[in-house]
């Protein structure tokens, strides 16, 4: 089990900015590629961004492209996501996950092995 704790959630209008953090305990998180999926009310989870191993490689949803930025420093054993320039779309509890499997599609939820508790990011308008 790798534990995940996210932090950094909450409210804030519409244009401003919030940075989630996703702690990992154990001594595997330079193994795991992380990613972060959010769900907003009556809808399914979906990808927001993943982030490799060593930090080289970025991906994220054609919705938050520009605006957001994951980022990973192995030796706090710690993933963000920066968020700025929020909507009232971007309204979701955002969860943390990450994953073991190597050359995997990381936008797909069910690659991954482990999963944070979510953080509730409410952008107002």
């Known amino acids: 089990q790798v534990p995940l704790v996210e932090s950094g959630g909450g409210l804030v209008q519409a244009g401003g900015s919030l940075r989630l953090s996703c702690a990992a305990s154990?001594?595997?998180?330079?193994?795991?590629?992380m990613g972060w999926f959010r769900q907003a009310p009556g809808k399914a989870r979906e990808f927001v961004s993943a982030?490799?191993?060593?930090?080289?490689?970025?991906y994220y949803a054609a919705s938050v492209k520009s605006r957001f930025t994951i980022s990973r420093d192995n030796a706090k054993n710690t993933a963000y996501l920066q968020m700025n320039s929020l909507k009232p779309e971007d309204t979701a509890v955002y969860f943390c996950a990450a994953t073991l499997r190597g050359a995997t599609d990381l936008t797909n939820e069910n690659q991954y092995n482990y999963w944070g508790q979510g953080t509730q990011v409410t952008v107002s308008s």
């Open positions: 154990g001594d595997t998180f330079n193994s795991l590629r």
């Open positions: 982030i490799s191993r060593s930090g080289s490689g970025t």
